[in-house]
C-alpha cells in the first residue's frame, strides 16, 4: 500500500507541475488576447517584426507584470516538486494551493484588486515556503 502511496504521490505531482505549465502558457496570451479584444493591437502587428512598442493598457500591463512575477517563483516551485518526487516528500497539497493561488492571483492582479491580490501572493509564498520546511 506504501509503494501505491508513493506511486500515487509522484504522479498527482508530475500533474501539478504539468498544469503549471500550463498557466504559464495561458498567461502568456492573456496580454495578446486583451490587446486583441481591446483593439489595442492590431493582428498585423503581431506577425510582424514588432520593431515599433505597441499601444498598451493598464489591463495588458498588469497582465505582463502578472507574468513577470509567476516567473520569479515558478523556478523554485518546479526545484520543489522534483526534489519532493525524487525524495518521495508528499507535497501534493502545497502545490495544489500553490497552483490554484496563482491562477486565482491573475485576474485579481489584472482587474486591479489590490490587497486581495498581496493575499493571494502571501499564500503562494507560504506554501513553497512550507514545501521548502518538509525537507528539513
Request: charge should be positive.
Given at each position: 500500500?506504501?509503494?501505491?502511496?508513493?506511486?500515487?504521490?509522484?504522479?498527482?505531482?508530475?500533474?501539478?507541475?504539468?498544469?503549471?505549465?500550463?498557466?504559464?502558457?495561458?498567461?502568456?496570451?492573456?496580454?495578446?488576447?486583451?490587446?486583441?479584444?481591446?483593439?489595442?493591437?492590431?493582428?498585423?502587428?503581431?506577425?510582424?517584426?514588432?520593431?515599433?512598442?505597441?499601444?498598451?493598457?493598464?489591463?495588458?500591463?498588469?497582465?505582463?507584470?502578472?507574468?513577470?512575477?509567476?516567473?520569479?517563483?515558478?523556478?523554485?516551485?518546479?526545484?520543489?516538486?522534483?526534489?519532493?518526487?525524487?525524495?518521495?516528500?508528499?507535497?501534493?497539497?502545497?502545490?495544489?494551493?500553490?497552483?490554484?493561488?496563482?491562477?486565482?492571483?491573475?485576474?485579481?492582479?489584472?482587474?486591479?484588486?489590490?490587497?486581495?491580490?498581496?493575499?493571494?501572493?502571501?499564500?503562494?509564498?507560504?506554501?513553497?515556503?512550507?514545501?521548502s520546511v518538509s525537507f528539513l
Amino acid at each position: 500500500i506504501n509503494q501505491n502511496s508513493n506511486l500515487e504521490t509522484k504522479m498527482t505531482l508530475t500533474s501539478i507541475l504539468i498544469l503549471s505549465f500550463l498557466l504559464v502558457l495561458i498567461q502568456i496570451t492573456i496580454p495578446v488576447l486583451i490587446s486583441l479584444l481591446t483593439n489595442n493591437v492590431k493582428l498585423s502587428y503581431l506577425f510582424s517584426s514588432r520593431d515599433n512598442a505597441a499601444n498598451t493598457s493598464i489591463y495588458i500591463d498588469r497582465a505582463n507584470r502578472s507574468l513577470k512575477n509567476l516567473f520569479e517563483t515558478l523556478p523554485i516551485f518546479i526545484g520543489l516538486i522534483f526534489l519532493s518526487i525524487i525524495n518521495d516528500v508528499d507535497n501534493s497539497l502545497l502545490a495544489m494551493i500553490w497552483l490554484f493561488a496563482r491562477i486565482i492571483y491573475v485576474p485579481v492582479y489584472i482587474v486591479g484588486i489590490n490587497y486581495v491580490r498581496t493575499g493571494i501572493w502571501a499564500i503562494a509564498l507560504i506554501c513553497l515556503i512550507m514545501m521548502s520546511v518538509s525537507f528539513l
